[in-house]
C-alpha cells in the first residue's frame, strides 16, 4: 500500500494536480529539496508546488523503482524539465533523481528530493 501511495503521489506531480498532492500529504508533511531545504506544513507546500510548476510548467518524473522497509522507501528514476518552459535543446533537462519518502496512513510525511540539479546547467557542447 505505501507503494501505491509513492505512485499516486507521483501521478499527482506529473498531472501539476495540486489538490491531489494536498490529499495525500500529512498535515505535518515535511519537504527537503536537493538543497538540503526544508519545508513544513502541507499548506505551505502546497504554496510552493504551484509557485514550482509555475516556474516550471513542464516539470515531470519518472519513478522506475521503489524499494520499501516498512513506512521508508526509497524511489529512483528520473526528473525533467525546461529551465524557461519552452522545449529546446539547449534548455532541456532530464535528470536522474531519487527520493527518500515515508508514508504515515496511505499518507505521504517526508518527501526528500535528490535531483542533481546542476545537469540542467550545464551547456552542451
Not at 498535515?27 to 508546488?49: L, Q
Not at 524539465?81 to 535528470?95: F, H, K, L
Amino acid at each position: 500500500m505505501n507503494k501505491k501511495t509513492v505512485y499516486e503521489f507521483a501521478n499527482a506531480i506529473n498531472e501539476h494536480n495540486t489538490d491531489k498532492m494536498y490529499s495525500l500529504m500529512t498535515d505535518d508533511h515535511k519537504f527537503i529539496d536537493a538543497h538540503g531545504s526544508e519545508v513544513m506544513g502541507k499548506d505551505k507546500m502546497k504554496m510552493d508546488w504551484k509557485d514550482h510548476f509555475r516556474r516550471f510548467p513542464d516539470y515531470k518524473i519518472e519513478i522506475t523503482n521503489i524499494f520499501a522497509n516498512g513506512h521508508f522507501l526509497g524511489a529512483f528514476g528520473f526528473a525533467s524539465d525546461t529551465s524557461t518552459g519552452a522545449q529546446t535543446d539547449n534548455n532541456a533537462s532530464y535528470r536522474p533523481a531519487s527520493w527518500k519518502v515515508i508514508v504515515r496512513n496511505n499518507k505521504i510525511k517526508l518527501w526528500q528530493v535528490y535531483d542533481d540539479e546542476k545537469i540542467q546547467f550545464e551547456t552542451k557542447k
